[in-house]
């Protein structure tokens, strides 16, 4: 193939596994909404099967290289860190800002995890941030003011609770990728992923088992549930994984802005949400900000 139908073909990818993601925060605000599941539940159901799925089709390809990292007691326990605060409180704050808000609030908010990137690095590398990496900050915090406010900054436009649950989607989203670079270099990335969300979903087990608070499970429930774990999780993350192949990893993060916007398109159609002009200007706004903030990262 050649470099043209190369870049559109990861383009493609990126673009799908972005939807993908963004129906499944859709699919999850449904069936919490209209089919009575505990978001407890269904974020337990999500990390274990996912967790399960991913590393069955490791061990398919890779046999017992899956099973390297079982053998450092430092990397294993580097694992675990990540399975509680990149995996388990992610979704879980990701799955609450959807109950308590809405898909669409819910992934814009934790689409701001690139900006909690940088603001880490920042202290990390004790260096002072570039004049673009600021204004990308702080048009991110205007974005997010005006996407709570709908422009009255007078007053919150939405739950406190949810203001919180989505920033925190934000902040365990930063950590999602920031803590497990060294893991991810040294066993490969699907594999730490795959580890990550079976410690999680097991671990999990302890606070939410999979047999408690089991919904009515009818087929559009059953069919839902499968999207999410299979495709809103898994397939999303590998289509993601490799447009990085075919296309430079900055220009597939900037895809992922395909997150928030079919998030809000699917919102509106298929939950009636109505999307007004004010949260459309502030997705715009946050989007443009970590769209400035990758460009100016790349050209570092």
């Given amino acids: 193939m050649n470099k043209k ?31 009575g599941v505990e978001t407890s539940w269904l974020v337990s159901v999500r990390i274990l099967f996912a967790g399960i799925l991913i590393l069955c089709y490791l061990y398919t390809t890779e046999k017992k290289q899956v099973f390297a990292i079982l053998k450092n007691k430092k990397d294993l326990f580097g694992a675990f860190i990540f399975s509680f605060f990149g995996v388990i409180l992610l979704q879980f704050s990701f799955f609450k800002a959807i109950e308590v808000s809405n898909a669409a609030t819910a992934t814009i908010l934790q689409y701001l995890s690139p900006i909690f990137i940088v603001i880490y690095l920042m202290f990390e590398s004790k260096k002072i941030p570039s004049k673009m990496s600021v204004i990308s900050i702080l048009l991110s915090l205007f974005g997010t003011a005006l996407l709570v406010t709908k422009g009255d900054f007078t007053t919150l436009s939405m739950s406190p609770m949810g203001l919180f649950w989505g920033l925190c989607a934000g902040l365990f989203g930063a950590f999602y990728i920031i803590q497990p670079r060294n893991l991810m270099a040294k066993y490969g990335t699907t594999t730490i992923i795959g580890w990550g969300m079976l410690m999680g979903g097991l671990l999990y087990q302890f606070y939410h088992p999979v047999w408690k608070d089991v919904p009515k499970l009818d087929v559009t429930t059953i069919s839902l549930i499968s999207f999410i774990v299979v495709f809103g999780t898994i397939f999303s993350y590998i289509c993601l994984l490799k447009s990085t192949r075919y296309i430079p990893a900055q220009f597939s993060s900037l895809l992922t802005s395909f997150e928030p916007l079919s998030s809000a398109l699917f919102s509106s159609l298929f939950l009636n949400v109505i999307i007004l002009p004010i949260e459309i200007l502030s997705m715009g706004i946050i989007i443009f900000s970590v769209f400035l903030l990758s460009r100016n990262q790349e050209s570092e």
């Avoid at 139908?5 to 993908?20: D, P, R, S, V, Y």
């Fill in 5 to 35: 139908g190369n870049k559109m073909k990861g383009i493609i990818l990126a673009i799908t596994g972005a939807i993908f993601w963004g129906g499944s925060g859709v699919s999850a605000q449904y069936i919490m909404q209209e089919k």
